[in-house]
């Protein structure tokens, strides 16, 4: 206990007052009655003061009342002794596994898991527990949970279940991601990394490895390698398909010479197996020649026979197509005039596998629209109300239409299937020479289009886009040249210039090939899946794709069917196989390993020992600041707070109990 201000206790002298003014009492003498005061003697008046201290709970009031009154002022504090730094204080131990591809080499897995174990046992009932797995993204797993009995089985429960995943680790990543996670922890917290330390891993800058201050703590990091040594690894790094031929490519990462044997599979079926040398960290092409493909996607898969100790980037997986040019219906009321010609001559030159199907827009099977994945239309004016019903329905159930305008088209005051409202050119505008102002070259269609600014347009169609209507690509005066327009599950790109070379030079610019290819690509959805991507990347899917299903490697659907209503993307965490399945038709996504993780080799001595000592300066850093920040500070509470507050009660309780006192003496007969 201490004083603030001791010089106000001298008031506690007060006390003294009430206890004399309680023994101050006067009484006066009893009078009685008499027939004549002529009849008594004459003697000298008396009066006489008895003091004694009467009203015993009122003069307690009253002393209590002036002693708080006086403690008050002096401002009394508790004091808590001075707390110096104990390196036995509880803390808050995370367990950061990492759980990259690499750590499946030879006992790095097991290595990892009884280190892991250790640390569990090492700590303190009063510590607490966490479990994170470390990848491409920091996952929470177990935890916290207190250094109980209890809390320590339940975090080796989970770190029995966890296997080596197939992703990559930067360390860099890793510590920006570990801040975030544990930014509202405020217990003291050591991080245990587990990790074989792959030089890959490394960030361009150091400093990305040194944890920093969050909320005034910073965590401290212990690192614990799990590997030794450099070793030799095998991958297939690539494959490609030529023809009939498929070339599988083999890298050695600091592997000596030797002789390898690759297995070749397609559809599950072998198709053969070659041995050749491999250089001592070198590559090698396995050439398959003649190979035997199915009709349609192929799922083919090359594999190292018996190479090293880390089957996991063994194998690699790719999609090969082996069909004829998927049909493409393309109407108009001339499928034999110059649009026709151009856009067959623009699919043929890239070597597309899109074959156009000319038809007349009048003579159209619209039972057969279901077949085709888009539909081409020359002039969107010629189509009448039937069929831009059936075309409404086609699209909104997924399907698209690429579609351009003509002369067919200047008389509709709003187009069919888009319902786009048509306005009118001035008489000093028309035929005049106009140029592309702004080409969206991010969206899809157009990654090659930026040719498209060099086109000259002499006539167009002024449109009014809508709510639902994107500009891809505008004229010098504003007006939209391109436009997309969502309608339900599907798209429609409308052209509002013609392809027959008289509205505009378009089809005989070398850029027309490349446009309508990737438009078409776009349309059939092959742009929104790339067929071959790495572990840890992400599979966006349009609404059409999102409205089927996405099955994994192991054959288990990823869309709820909550999800399969919006828009999503999928997590790609597994090599092998990824199936689309949408109601246009289904497609193959395949997935390998990141090529960084093949590569074993280690950080060398002094990076990993530089790394350790930045660590262990900074915990020494972290231990003198608290030390002097908690030393020679003692922390108290003030009291005076609570007295004032016992006080006004005290004051209360005098003052009702005094009017108690006063009001029966006034009522008391003399």
Do not use: C
């Amino acid at each position: 206990m201490s004083w603030l201000a001791p010089l106000f206790l001298a008031g506690l002298s007060a006390i003294a007052l009430p206890v004399w003014l309680h023994r101050l009492q006067t009484e006066t003498p009893k009078r009685q009655s008499f027939s004549s005061a002529m009849l008594l003697l004459q003697a000298e008046r008396r009066v006489h003061v008895r003091k004694r201290l009467r009203y015993w709970l009122l003069l307690a009031l009253r002393i209590l009342l002036l002693g708080l009154l006086a403690f008050a002022f002096a401002k009394p504090v508790w004091i808590q002794p001075p707390v110096a730094l104990n390196s036995a204080k509880s803390k808050l131990h995370v367990l950061l596994l990492d759980r990259s591809m690499s750590m499946q080499q030879g006992n790095r897995w097991q290595a990892a898991i009884r280190q892991a174990e250790a640390i569990i046992a090492d700590a303190g009932p009063f510590d607490r527990l966490e479990l994170i797995s470390a990848g491409d993204e920091l996952q929470l797993m177990a935890g916290p949970v207190n250094g109980t009995s209890d809390g320590k089985n339940r975090i080796r429960s989970m770190l029995l279940k966890l296997q080596a995943g197939s992703a990559q680790l930067q360390y860099g990543a890793m510590m920006n991601g570990l801040e975030a996670l544990l930014a509202d922890e405020k217990q003291a917290t050591v991080a245990h990394l587990i990790s074989d330390f792959q030089e890959t891993g490394l960030p361009v800058q150091f400093g990305e490895l040194v944890p920093r201050s969050v909320n005034g703590r910073v965590t401290e990091v212990e690192l614990h390698n799990v590997a030794s040594g450099i070793t030799p690894n095998f991958a297939v790094s690539s494959v490609d398909h030529t023809g009939n031929t498929i070339a599988v490519t083999v890298q050695g990462y600091n592997s000596e010479a030797g002789t390898l044997t690759v297995q070749l599979s397609v559809n599950g079926s072998p198709r053969g197996e070659l041995v050749r040398p491999v250089p001592a960290s070198g590559q090698a092409v396995f050439e398959f020649s003649k190979v035997a493909l199915n009709t349609g996607s192929n799922r083919v898969e090359a594999r190292i026979k018996a190479a090293d100790t880390l089957v996991a980037d063994d194998v690699y997986y790719t999609v090969v197509e082996n069909s004829a040019g998927q049909p493409v219906p393309f109407l108009s009321m001339n499928p034999a005039a110059l649009p026709g010609k151009y856009l067959d001559a623009a699919f043929t030159a890239a070597g597309s596998r899109y074959e156009l199907k000319p038809a007349r827009l009048d003579q159209f099977d619209t039972r057969t629209l279901e077949r085709y994945r888009f539909v081409l239309i020359d002039d969107l004016g010629a189509v009448n109300d039937k069929l831009a019903e059936v075309l409404d329905e086609y699209v909104q159930k997924g399907g698209a239409v690429f579609a351009a305008v003509g002369e067919r088209s200047l008389t509709d005051k709003i187009l069919p299937l888009v319902k786009l409202q048509v306005g009118t050119l001035r008489a000093d505008q028309q035929g005049e020479r106009m140029s592309v102002g702004n080409v969206d070259i991010n969206h899809a269609a157009l990654a090659r289009a930026a040719g498209l600014r060099a086109l000259n347009v002499t006539r167009y169609l002024p449109v009014t886009p809508d709510q639902d209507s994107h500009i891809l690509v505008q004229l010098d005066n504003g007006s939209p040249l391109l436009l997309e327009q969502r309608r339900g599950q599907g798209r429609v790109l409308l052209f509002t210039s013609g392809l027959d070379n008289t509205w505009n030079d378009l089809p005989v610019q070398p850029v027309f090939v490349s446009f309508m290819t990737e438009a078409a690509r776009y349309l059939a959805g092959e742009t929104v899946l790339k067929r071959e991507q790495r572990v840890g990347g992400t599979l966006p899917l349009d609404k059409a794709a999102a409205a089927g299903q996405v099955i994994d490697p192991l054959g288990r659907n990823l869309l709820s069917l909550s999800d399969s209503q919006r828009a999503r993307s999928v997590k790609l965490d597994s090599q092998g196989f990824y199936e689309v399945v949408t109601a246009t038709g289904s497609s193959l996504v395949a997935v390998n390993s990141v090529p960084d993780e093949s590569n074993l080799m280690p950080m060398s001595k002094e990076e990993l020992d530089n790394w350790q000592s930045v660590l262990a300066a900074q915990r020494q850093d972290l231990a003198s600041t608290t030390a002097s920040s908690t030393t020679g500070k003692p922390s108290g509470f003030e009291l005076w707070h609570l007295l004032l507050i016992l006080l006004a009660l005290a004051a209360l309780a005098e003052s009702l109990l005094g009017n108690t006192y006063v009001f029966r003496r006034v009522e008391t007969p003399t």
